[in-house]
């Protein structure tokens, strides 16, 4: 399966660092890189828990401003404590709880966003929901409620939440935008239908967008792409003892990209590239090879 094709990586990428100790590891990235980060502006979705709590705190540690979204406000709050907690200035993290599955919600959070910039530099979309434990055979047994339920948070949430944010991205020279999606988007795991689904369409989305926005903005530069993040404990994941900070070094090097990088290609947080459908491994490490 091309997926699982080896020969193409990033190499540096760092799985297993201490958050707390940030300052010295940098989550991998050269100092220039990690310098690209500060002062610019992300909305990450997700941000109350889990992988999206981990990327924001870490952008914020490189300096950036960080705009945090999720339903649950109290989330958003622990989410900033952890960052005060890691020696992060947390001054520069923005709680702006929104459910992504309703345009005025998200209108709403983009109003909030505007009063503390004009722009944004880049989305990162972590919000999601995972399948549903209601029966193991979910495409024959699920309700349709239950399928409307994730494909809309999982799906359109993502897409309404890059339309929202577009005015906001399209005020510089570029943007960024990543889409978390899994490897359940190339899988047919019985039981996860609906889930698999949902991640195959979010990665034809990431793809889709990515050269639907090469076209609608020929000057700017544009990098829109898909992370498979892998597993570890968050709350949608309680098996897996590995830690959500483990995806945070191939995401601030997709981030940090300078001008030229790949748009609509498919990564792995371990610095793997893949391919998806007709989309061909990105053809060369996004770190200069030190
Ligand atoms: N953990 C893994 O092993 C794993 C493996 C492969 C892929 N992933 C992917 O990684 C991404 C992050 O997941 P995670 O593991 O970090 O899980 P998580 O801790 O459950 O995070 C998901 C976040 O999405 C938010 N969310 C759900 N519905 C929302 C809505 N309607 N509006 C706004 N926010 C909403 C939740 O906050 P609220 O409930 O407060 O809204 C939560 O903070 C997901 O795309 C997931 O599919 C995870």
Same mark, same amino acid.
């Given at each position: 399966?091309?997926?699982?094709?080896?020969?193409?990586?990033?190499?540096?990428?760092?799985? =297993?660092?201490?958050?707390?100790?940030?300052?010295?590891?940098?989550?991998?990235? &050269?100092?220039?890189?990690?310098?690209?980060? #500060?002062?610019?502006?992300?909305?990450?979705? !997700?941000?109350?828990? !889990?992988?999206?709590?981990?990327?924001?705190?870490?952008?914020?540690?490189?300096?950036?401003? %960080?705009?945090?979204?999720?339903? #649950?406000?109290?989330?958003?709050?622990?989410?900033? +404590?952890?960052?005060?907690?890691?020696?992060?200035? %947390?001054?520069?993290?923005?709680?702006? &709880?929104?459910?992504?599955?309703?345009?005025?919600?998200?209108?709403?959070?983009? /109003?909030?966003?505007?009063? %503390?910039? &004009?722009?944004?530099?880049?989305? @990162? =979309?972590?919000?999601?929901?995972?399948?549903?434990?209601?029966?193991?055979?979910?495409?024959?047994?699920?309700?349709?409620?239950?399928?409307?339920?994730?494909?809309?948070?999982? @799906?359109?949430?993502?897409?309404?939440?890059?339309?929202?944010?577009?005015?906001?991205?399209?005020?510089? +020279?570029?943007? /960024?935008?990543?889409?978390?999606?899994?490897?359940?988007?190339?899988?047919?795991?019985?039981?996860?239908? &609906?889930?698999?689904?949902?991640?195959?369409?979010? =990665?034809?989305?990431?793809?889709?967008?990515?050269?639907?926005? @090469?076209?609608?903005?020929?000057?700017?530069?544009?990098?829109?792409?898909?992370?498979?993040?892998?597993?570890? #404990?968050?709350?949608?994941?309680?098996?897996?003892?590995?830690?959500?900070?483990?995806?945070?070094?191939?995401?601030?090097?997709?981030?940090?990209?300078?001008?030229?990088?790949?748009?609509?290609?498919?990564? =792995?947080?371990?610095?793997?590239?893949?391919?998806?459908?007709?989309?061909?491994?990105?053809?060369?490490?996004?770190?200069?090879?030190?």
């Amino acid at each position: 399966m091309r997926l699982f094709q080896k020969s193409i990586v990033t190499p540096g990428i760092l799985q =297993n660092v201490h958050p707390a100790s940030w300052r010295e590891h940098r989550f991998g990235l &050269p100092q220039a890189r990690w310098e690209r980060l #500060r002062g610019r502006d992300f909305w990450i979705t !997700g941000a109350g828990t !889990g992988y999206g709590r981990c990327i924001a705190l870490a952008l914020a540690a490189a300096g950036a401003r %960080v705009f945090l979204s999720g339903r #649950r406000i109290e989330k958003l709050r622990e989410a900033v +404590d952890e960052g005060a907690a890691l020696g992060i200035d %947390v001054r520069r993290c923005i709680a702006v &709880p929104v459910d992504i599955r309703s345009e005025d919600d998200l209108a709403r959070a983009v /109003r909030h966003i505007q009063l %503390v910039t &004009p722009s944004l530099y880049g989305l @990162v =979309n972590s919000a999601a929901l995972p399948q549903s434990g209601e029966t193991a055979f979910p495409l024959t047994g699920q309700s349709a409620a239950a399928w409307t339920n994730l494909l809309t948070t999982n @799906v359109t949430g993502q897409w309404l939440t890059c339309k929202a944010a577009m005015p906001l991205l399209d005020h510089g +020279d570029g943007f /960024r935008i990543l889409f978390l999606s899994s490897f359940a988007g190339w899988a047919s795991t019985p039981g996860f239908g &609906p889930y698999n689904v949902s991640k195959s369409a979010l =990665n034809t989305l990431g793809a889709s967008l990515a050269a639907e926005c @090469v076209l609608r903005y020929p000057s700017k530069d544009v990098q829109i792409n898909v992370l498979v993040p892998g597993e570890a #404990r968050t709350e949608m994941n309680q098996g897996s003892t590995e830690s959500p900070y483990a995806v945070v070094s191939m995401v601030l090097v997709l981030l940090s990209h300078p001008p030229g990088g790949p748009n609509g290609f498919f990564f =792995n947080r371990d610095g793997r590239h893949l391919a998806f459908a007709y989309t061909q491994e990105y053809p060369q490490p996004l770190l200069a090879v030190h």
